[in-house]
């Protein structure tokens, strides 16, 4: 057995003794390892027969590996571990909704990421079967969702992980009606679980106040699990992401959110940086209290992911930093050539049959084990966002804005409302831009988007402008074609030290007359010359090398890029691509700002998250390299 006592993550500055494991492979990567040596190909996570929560945190820790480093295996093992539940018709093996189990909405997160992925019509059926669930799923009085319908009249902090993210992520998609009640979920669960004192969450809370585990005056349960309220936070951080700018509501869950973190961190063990399987508790037995990897885990994510998305003060990162350190050192162990995380309580409950009252003695019987799915899955959604931290400081807060303006492309979406689908930020099937935005977050930038023309207002708060394939009238009837105006205040902002990104297309697929007015400031001017005609998937004819020394792709060997229009420049442009003789793409040094024009709008998602090219077309890395070129001053 050979123990890993040091993780070296620069941002983060973690040094621990003793033996030191190769980090070849980030801990994410290694830990899912494992977990696809246990549960290989199509076997689900966690059970072969049961529809099992905790397959989704498992599943969407792949998620977040697949988006960091655009491997595609783990979006494939996504979906083959769903698709052994998911039938064609949208049914879902051994799924029954009258049972009314929270848990059981948890997986359909995966569901709605391959809907959204791969557009298929079965993933959208099997969320709307989990979605119905919600809609005559047994509520308190007040409207508050049951844990399950065998626990009658009981709201847990863990069912706010299980239904929240998933309700909300559908209600951004096809409803945008129901973040009222989302919100009201947490504001209510807290309300009657919240201890004033401490400020900590007990596991649960009864509304009728007659289980044996309820105080009969609150209707809550005696002690303060860990694990429940890292369900809590994480529902939180991941709800939010689908929640509505301007919703009322939504400060509301950020307030929660910080309530909760700032109990949570006085209870952080100062020497090891980890939480107590049972937290605040002086009781008798109080030493066979024992450190909590599942729990120590999802408090690292809702931290570490609160704090990069705004909801948290930047100085709260250093409790997540703390308790990363001491999970790995703790918890972490190579043996037999995997990585496995010990530490990991296997359940804990309340109620039901034999009956679990609650007390620490309760607490401290279950038994706790290696490689829980819980804590697996805990520990790779922490990881994926501690990995984050080396490049977070890269974009220093800056926003890149993608234009929907000169390319404004809509259709109907399954609401009937017409939205932009064309090259942003929110598409995650092929045409969009979801893997880059991914790509500029983890490097710490903001996303925006522009609907309207570019006036120096509009553009003054942002760093990166990016315009993608203007409309001609085949595209769209009412085009908006790039004016003189456009000219001088896209310029005037580049000159004053703004980035631009312009990516047009061939000349059958783009309006070329009026993007050449703009890029021709540059010493660009885009031609109806059009190359790299790639027929079927003879992906060799796409192939484009950036050559040793590429002053933006410094890390890239090999580059595909499809159906292009060739560039003519001159002075102050630069070619930085070519092939065969012709430049395909050029850099402009103009005044305190940069210009980045290609012929061709190929980092969307069909060309960078991995699911057409082989791999040995670095589009992923050729991104990140962008990236980085764009951010930097």
Known sequence: MKIISRITIVAIAVSLSNAVVSQEKPLSQQVAATVLKIWPDTIPVGSQT??????????????????NTGDVSYFNSIQKKIDFFVKDDGSIKNYELEEYNIDHVNNGKLVLLLYRVLGREKYKKAADLLRSQLKTHPRTNEGGFWHKKIYTNQMWLDGLYMGGPFYAEYAMLFEGSAF????????????????????LLYHAWDESKEQKWANKETGTSPLFWARAMGWYADALVDALDYFPADHPKRQSLIDILNRLVNAIEKQQDKETGLWYDVMNYSGLGKEKNYFEASASCQFTYAIAKGVRKGYLPAAKLAIAKKSYAGIVKRFIKVENGQTNLHGTVKVSGLGGNPYRDGSFEYYMSEPVIVNDPKGVGAFLLASTEMEKLPTLSTANGKTVMVDRYFNSEKRKDATGKDVYWHYVWEERSHPGFY???????RHGAKLASLDGAPTAANLKNSSIYIIVDPDHKKDNPTPNFVSNNDVKAISEWVKAGGSLLLMANDSANCELKNFSKLAAVFGVTYTDKSINMVKNDVYEQGVVYPGNGNSVFKTTKKMFLKELSVLNIKAPAKANATKDGDVIIATTQFGKGKVLIVGDPWLYNEYIDGRKLPAEYENYKAAEDLVKWLLKK
């Open 50 to 67: 049961k529809w099992s929560y905790d397959m989704g945190v498992v599943l969407k820790g792949f998620e977040g590996i697949w988006m």
């Open 180 to 199: 009222d009640d989302i919100a009201n979920q947490f504001t209510w669960m807290e309300n009657h679980a919240r201890d004033a004192k401490t400020g």
């Open 435 to 441: 893997t880059l935005g991914n790509i500029f977050e």
